[in-house]
T-cell receptor
Framework: AQSVAQPEDQVNVAEGNPLTVKCTYS??????LFWYVQYPNRGLQFLLK??????LVKGSYGFEAEFNKSQTSFHLKKPSALVSDSALYFC??????????????FGSGTRLSIRP | DAGITQSPRHKVTETGTPVTLRCHQT?????MYWYRQDPGHGLRLIHY???????DKGEVSDGYSVSRSKTEDFLLTLESATSSQTSVYFC????????????FGPGTRLTVT
């Protein structure tokens, strides 16, 4: 079955330190991969995506993500965390060859907490 | 929130009553989706639409129906609400084609007592 896993329910980082939020996927072929962020009482906001090309993609708010095909991973990273980065982060995958309506599979989410 | 509104934003209803949630977009996007968000489950797709009057089921469609009579509106109906349908419901839109990311509305918090 196609799936997305976020192995950490919570990640705690000190402000100014680098952060990584992990994501692995299980789909056949070459998937499209996404990261979203959700602030309290808000909808999800699109951060970045990987479709093809350079394995390192850059997105909003200084975030980037690295696609690793051999490890089937798409980890979210930021060189220097801010307190305002504290939020719930979702990894998502669109299976390849899905011609119908761009259905996306979401991970269960990782809560990122940045301490001052 | 990308030209998407949801109404109502909060609703409390009793078990067995029908409930309709509305999603309205001003982006003229072809694809629209309804998700529910529950702790530990991320977002799960309920139904989606790929055009006016064209809809299909997602992974958790039991107990829900949808309708799309206009490009801009996508309605989600709980025919007879149950406590297991207490959740936060999100609508999303996508232009499709080569733009696969989805854009989300602010959500509706539904409590079924």
């Amino acid at each position: 079955a196609q799936s997305v896993a976020q192995p950490e329910d919570q990640v705690n980082v000190a402000e100014g330190n680098p952060l990584t939020v992990k994501c692995t996927y299980s789909v056949s072929g070459n998937p499209y991969l996404f990261w979203y962020v959700q602030y309290p009482n808000r909808g999800l906001q699109f951060l970045l995506k990987y479709i093809t090309g350079d394995n390192l993609v850059k997105g909003s708010y200084g975030f980037e993500a690295e696609f690793n095909k051999s490890q089937t991973s798409f980890h979210l990273k930021k060189p220097s965390a801010l307190v305002s980065d504290s939020a719930l982060y979702f990894c998502a995958v669109r299976p390849p060859g899905d011609s119908s309506a761009s259905k996306i599979i979401f991970g269960s989410g990782t809560r990122l907490s940045i301490r001052p | 929130d990308a030209g998407i509104t949801q109404s109502p934003r909060h609703k409390v209803t009793e078990t067995g009553t029908p409930v309709t949630l509305r999603c309205h977009q001003t982006e003229n996007h072809r694809y629209m989706y309804w998700y529910r968000q529950d702790p530990g489950h991320g977002l799960r797709l309920i139904h989606y639409s790929y055009g006016v009057k064209d809809t299909d089921k997602g992974e958790v469609s039991d107990g829900y129906s949808v309708s799309r009579s206009k490009t801009e509106d996508f309605l989600l109906t709980l025919e007879s609400a149950t406590s297991s349908q207490t959740s936060v419901y999100f609508c999303a839109i996508s232009p499709g084609q080569t733009t696969y990311e989805q854009y989300f509305g602010p959500g509706t918090r539904l409590t079924v007592t």
